[in-house]
């Protein structure tokens, strides 16, 4: 989901206009990055938190060559998900596995059927003799 199919969402369902759903989705960004700027944190109750950290000086390999480089220390942003959002979350893999588990019961019929269509027509056969074993009527 782009930032522009959120706007029109959030437009669609409180009744602003797109161009003032931006403005408030844009400055509520802004002042996520601002915080994270100033203050290392930013904790989002029911959605989680953000935090800068400090990532360490360390050795690296090029992987097209092998050879050894050196990657200087950098400030990264982490995100820690609330417990709403990954409970949330969660369900997706239970939902995934009861579909999996559908899926696998409807192939399972699928399989039976076929299998039961070709006994029948196998038995509905009025040669004695099979096309495919090399029998002459």
Known sequence: MTKKEIVKAISEEIGLTQL???????????????TLVREK???????????????AARKARNPRTGERVDVAEKYVVTFKPGKEMEERVRQLDVEAAKAAQASAADNREDVQKSQHGIQQTAASQKSPYNAFAGGAE
Do not use: H, M, P
């Open 41 to 55: 944190r930013i904790e989002l109750r029911n959605f989680g938190v953000f935090e800068v950290k400090k990532r």
């Open 20 to 34: 003032q759903t931006k403005d408030i989705v844009q400055k509520t960004f802004d002042a996520i990055v601002e």
